[in-house]
């Protein structure tokens, strides 16, 4: 290594905190230094390429080094670098019309954030204040989530979450949160098989609504497929179930893509699976494919409109953020959502992505238990010979030669209370045959260092 990234190192190891990560493991072994990216490839400060089979973090969709997003990037800096949103600028207007058109469903009114967690923030804050407008007599506050699902680290949003290592530490979490179980076959939470449980998990969702009372109920928020917390692809009558419960007690369904849109599952959004139309939709990761940093709420004109009022009756949605609709941001979202619809790289998703779910399912482990996914979004959850979850040593043995073989794939971390054991595989949407053939081989001999 050469003296500069020695010293980029330590100085990294200095003053940089990571997120998530036990530094005291520094002492033992570094952290990868990320220095290029083209197309699905990273190249590290020592010149090893690694094949990036986790898209950065789920999110860079149309791959990295895409030119013409880093032109439209320094043309709108050269133009306009920066207004708030107050008022209006072009790159937002015109990419607020862009996902109206594309987006599922009546989701014609956008709000512009910064990130997922905040897309989801704002998504609560509009449910609560439009039920209060709109069921003037009630008081609709509750906002109704998964375990396992995954809605941000900010506040109301690690609130939402149903994973018990990312808010335990942080407690008292926002008021008004309640969860269910998720839909997760493979070990279901309460003790059924598919199909003979008619989706039970499902109902919990009336339950706890008719417990709760309806009139104390704003919104549902589900991802339509679960994904850091295990990729969990819920059975074909769930969402659709889900939709007539909400619609049954005038709750909204806030649906988190999050991760899922912008073609991830094999359609541009996941909603399409189903034929589900949201009330609202929280968008970040894939919007930009993660060039800029840029969150997005969609909703209805009927929720839109119980925000109309005269000046000064108090009607608005009284949030801003500096950043929001930034420009610039706003502009890398354009250029990169006419490359995903340019190359339909949502059909590759689900072409690349049921090969490589067949190859991953086919791989000779008795350590395999469940691989399951959806487009370029699949799972590969590691068992013991008992059927438990693969004990944290031998899941790293496991990583440590995926890695050695050239491939970064991605690993549950801080859901379940117990050991995690199940990678992620979310590679770029351009993803080639060939290169998913590498991830399985590098799957394989992962698995052959246990
Ligand atoms: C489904 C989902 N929602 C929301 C978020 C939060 O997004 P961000 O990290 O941009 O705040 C994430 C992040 O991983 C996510 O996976």
New binding site residues.
Partial sequence: MSANLGDLRAQDRAHVWHPLFQHQVLDERDLLLVAKGQGATLTDGEGNTYLDAYAG??NVNVGYGRKEIADAVALQIAKLSFYPHSQINEPATRLATRLAEILPGELKHLFFSN??????ETAFKIARQYSRQQHPGENRYKIIARYQ??????YG?MSATGQVGRRSKFEPLVPGFLHVDPPYCYRCPLNRTYPECGVACVEEFEKIIVREGPETVAAVIV?PVI??GGVIVPPPEYLPRLRQICDRYDVLLIL?E???GFGRTGKLFAAEHWGVAPDIA?L??GVTSGYL?L?ACATTPEIFSAFLGEPGAGREFAQVSTYGGHPVCCAAALANIEIILRERLWENAARVGTYLLAKLQALDSPFVGDVRGLGLMIAVELVDDSGAVLDAERAAKVAAGIRQAGVIVGRMSHVMAGPESTFFVAPPLILTEAQADQIAAAFAAGLDAI
């Fill in positions: 973090l789920w990130s997922g967690s905040e897309a989801n699902g995954y809605h941000g680290f900010t949003a991802e994904g850091g988190d999050v991760i899922t929280t970040a990761k940093p969150g």
